[in-house]
């Protein structure tokens, strides 16, 4: 029967466990110097070689002629438990989970091995447990017969009580480094006599995101379709499209190219793209033009050079306001995928958004659009030829710089409109400001807005807080505004108390049935 590589070439001592050294080379020393421990604890993601490093341990413990910490492999110990016929018991919690199961352990603990030195016990994914087997365990784990070793497996540490950790010896296996998992699986490759290029086992490593497991399988399932494993092999065995679509659509994203991306992601669901998937790409693609711009070198964001070029070309495009604000985007729309009905028409929106900055009045975006506005000029672009969110920055930033001559003729109020959400912006001002425009109001035409109120409203608008105030009223209304003043806009206190005497005795009369005329 034909056997699975991961299986084939599953590493039978420690010099064999790749990206694990910094357990492997303690697990040596205690072997060597007769120090191991009655209880282990191995932890780590799926892949990473809990169960392998369990296995090699437990031969080592019985081996009768250990070198360097390793096991032979020879005596006749490691062929028995090569036979599975040993005292070494592997044991799924995930099927043998309650406590009567633990309680048939620890009768069987307390008779001596058959064989070997150690009766080793080693419980996978031991996390599934129920709570009545971990009470049940605990004991025996604390102080257990002297010839017995506990070897507990699992990838999710945080579900394991206290009081079992605390007894044993804990080690965390790290992802396994895509360098040595592309190093493994050309020697594999080479072992079954098949070719495999370099970006091929480099693909292979990425895409199982650190399991040693996940690779051999697409290895596997790759060696089933040719010979000759390329990266086009890889990508069709393993169900993911290539990169273009990504650089596309980011392209479409910085030209403010609505209509595009929209295409593209038309043609990619009509192909059964999985939107969410998408989005998540999408977001992993502006990851790395983050960290490349950032100034990350290719040990980070671990690409092949190809790769590595065409993103460098493209983060260069960007600047990293923009990138930052792709990303918290994107990032709000995947979060938002799993609670709707129809992530599709989510993920429209979040492109649209993505290509049109001025539906957005934040901070980060209006930095990003001014970055835009900077970098085209810099460049020696034209506004009329420059992307569509370059025009948009363009007024707000001439206006912040017009000259002071530019400013409206203040005499003349014609055009002139009551500033609806001038109560909201006075909500926003700190305590300090904010009493001094309790009976004030504001008038707007164009990017202007008039303050009128007692002159301490004006003195504190015009003078003393003017930037402060400009900057509320251009996150209100979406686009940059600047304040001005007019002799008619200060209403004195006294002027202001003898309208309202006037208007006391105006009602007064009104209420007795006298028609007087104001004048």
Partial sequence: MYLALYRKYRPRTFDDVISQDHITTTLKNQLRNGQSSHAYLFT???????????????????????????????????????????DVTEIDAASNNGVDYVRDLKEDAVYAPMSGKYKVYIIDEVHMLST??????????????????????????????????????????????????????LWVAEQEGRTLSDDAAFLISKISEGGMRDALSLLDQCLSVTDNVTV????????????????????????????GILKILDELIDRSKDVTRLCEELLSHFRVLM???????????????????????????????????????????????????????????????LCTPSLDTDDKTLTARIE??????????????APAQVQAAQAPVNMQKAPIEDLPDTNDLTGYKPLDIWTDVIENLPDNIKFGFTR???????????????????????????????????????????????????????????EDKVKQFLDLAESLGINIKRQ
Avoid: W
């Fill in 44 to 86: 780590g993601s799926r892949g990473t070689g809990k169960t392998t490093c369990a296995k090699i341990l437990a031969k080592a413990l019985n081996c009768a002629g250990l070198h360097d910490g390793n096991p032979c492999l020879e005596c006749e110990s490691c062929k028995n438990i090569d036979n599975e016929f040993s």
């Fill in 132 to 185: 009545a087997a971990f009470n049940a365990l605990l004991k025996l784990i604390e102080e257990p017969p002297a010839h017995v070793v506990f070897i507990l497996a699992t990838t999710e540490v945080h579900k394991i009580p206290a009081t079992i950790i605390s007894r044993c010896q804990r080690f965390e296996f790290r992802r396994i480094d895509i360098d040595d998992s592309k190093k493994r699986l």
């Fill in 232 to 259: 086009d092999t890889v990508r069709e065995c393993a169900g993911i499209s290539g990169s273009d679509h990504l650089f596309n659509m980011a392209d479409c994203i910085y030209a403010s190219d609505t209509a």
């Fill in 372 to 385: 835009k506005l900077e970098q085209a000029v810099a460049n020696g672009i034209p506004i009329a030829q």
């Fill in 440 to 498: 004030s109001n504001a008038l707007i035409k164009d990017n202007f807005v008039l303050i009128r109120g007692s002159a301490l409203a004006v003195e504190m608008a015009i003078k003393e807080n003017r930037e402060l105030i400009e900057t509320e009223l251009s996150k209100a209304i979406g686009r940059k505004i600047r304040l001005i003043s007019s002799p008619d806009s200060v209403i004195t206190e006294e002027k202001e108390e003898k």
């Fill in 291 to 353: 960290l490349l711009k950032a100034g990350a070198d290719n040990s980070v964001v671990k690409l092949t050079s190809d790769d590595l070029t065409r993103y460098r070309e493209q983060s260069d495009k960007f600047t990293l306001s923009q990138i930052m604000r792709n990303i918290s985007i994107l990032s709000d729309t995947f979060t938002s995928m799993g609670r709707v009905r129809t992530p599709a028409m989510l993920l429209e929106m979040c492109l649209i958004k």
